[in-house]
Structures are given as C-alpha cells and as structure tokens.
C-alpha cells in the first residue's frame, strides 16, 4: 500500500461511453500527476496538478479530461475514446517543494481496455 | 526525453548481488537521481534516491560516482520477487513542478 488508490481496477467502455477514473491519495500531498503507459512502452507524462492547479499538459486529446477538485483527489474524464487509448492509466501523488528531493508514489493503476 | 540511459535487460542469480548501472552524464548540480521499479502491470514502487553521496535502505544501496554523472543500484541479496523493470530517473523543472520522464529501464530477472 502506497497511500495512493485508485478506481476501478479495471475498465471496459464502448468508443461511445463516458467514463471516469478516480485517485486519491491519503498521504497529504500537494501534488497530483496522470501517467499513461501503452504496452511496451514507456510512461507518458499526461497531467500534473500543483496545489489543485493544472501545471502541465502534455498534447493530451480533449477526449481525456482532468479535474482535481481538491489536493487529494483527481479524476480523469473520459469520453469518445479510440482503441488506441487501451492503456494502464496511473496516478501518482508527491509533495512539491522548491527543488530538493520529492518522492512521487503511485497508485496501482487502472486497466482500460477500449472496445 | 528521458535523461538516462540504462541497458535494456539484465538477469541475475537468486541469492546474489544485483547491480544496475545508469548514466546521467547531463545531469545538474542540484538534481536527484531516482529509482523506482514496476512488477508487471502494477505502479512503480519507490525504491531510493540520492544526491551526492551513497544511500542505503531496506531496499537497497544507490552508489553515485564522484562526478555524478552515473549510479549503481545494488540489490544485494536478489530474490524471485525483484524481478521487475527499474527505472532510474533524473528529474528536470518544467512550468514550476519536477518533472520525472521515465525511459524503458532495465528489464531485471533474477532467476532460480
């Protein structure tokens, strides 16, 4: 256990469907981050929230949509999905400081798979 | 991009030392090193990090040569369960926040 949780575990949706991921995490942190990882490739930065606000997009389709109403929770909003977006999507959470050293710890991700 | 480079895989006996090499040969004054590492299909895990000098917790030791600009990750009593992919990872600033990239890491298999 990491203090960080998500859900669901796993997700099936139709192109068509809307859906959404959440995490929370319960270690008092301040910072919030999305990762998507494909199969065999690497983790893929998509967003990053600092004190519940949006620091960092990486050209991530409208389809995906991030909220983080408050510093211990984030959602991702999903809808009109591809194929293509079957991913272990991962949620992470730190505490952000000026420099230094800040851990990020993961959540154990959500399985989507996009019929 | 990511800022290290790591050999691609590595296997290692049950019961002995392994250690994991990774380059940051860019890496800045005021950077970290990392390493998390990932079990097939689960978060990566935290494993250790270091600035300057060498660490060691229950997990492991980080070796950091002089100039920083490679690491050793040493698992000194592999077993089954470290078979799992390890990151090594610098981080850089981008809008405000550090910003890890995670490369494909090293594919470790600790075998009986």
């Known amino acids: 256990e990491t203090g960080v949780t998500q859900t669901p575990r796993h997700l099936v949706m139709g192109m068509t469907n809307k859906k959404s991921l959440k995490c929370e995490q319960h270690?008092?942190?301040?910072?919030m981050y999305w990762y998507k990882q494909s199969a065999k490739k690497p983790l893929e930065l998509m967003f990053v929230y600092n004190f519940k606000e949006q620091t960092e997009n990486n050209s991530v389709p409208s389809r995906f949509s991030p909220e983080c109403p408050n510093s211990s929770h984030l959602f991702l909003h999903l809808h009109t999905l591809q194929p293509e977006d079957s991913a272990l999507y991962l949620c992470?959470?730190?505490?952000?400081?000026?420099?230094?050293?800040?851990?990020?710890?993961f959540g154990p991700g959500t399985r989507l798979t996009v019929l | 991009d990511a800022k290290t480079t790591q050999p691609t895989s590595m296997d290692c006996a049950e019961g002995r030392a392994a250690n994991l090499p990774c380059n940051h040969s860019t890496i800045s004054g005021n950077e970290y090193v990392y390493w998390y590492r990932q079990i097939h299909s689960q978060g990566p895990q935290y494993i250790i990090h270091g600035l300057k000098n060498n660490e060691t917790n229950e997990m492991a030791s980080l070796i950091i040569t002089e100039d920083r600009k490679s690491s050793t990750l040493i698992l000194p009593h592999a077993t089954l369960r470290d078979t799992a992919v390890y990151y090594c990872?610098?981080?850089?600033?981008?809008?405000?926040?550090?910003?890890?990239?995670f490369g494909r890491g090293t594919s470790l298999i600790v075998h009986p």
């Open positions: 990872i610098v981080r850089s600033l981008s809008g405000g926040s550090y910003i890890p990239t």
């Open positions: 992470a959470s730190s505490q952000e400081g000026r420099g230094g050293a800040d851990t990020q710890y």
């Open positions: 270690l008092g942190h301040n910072a």
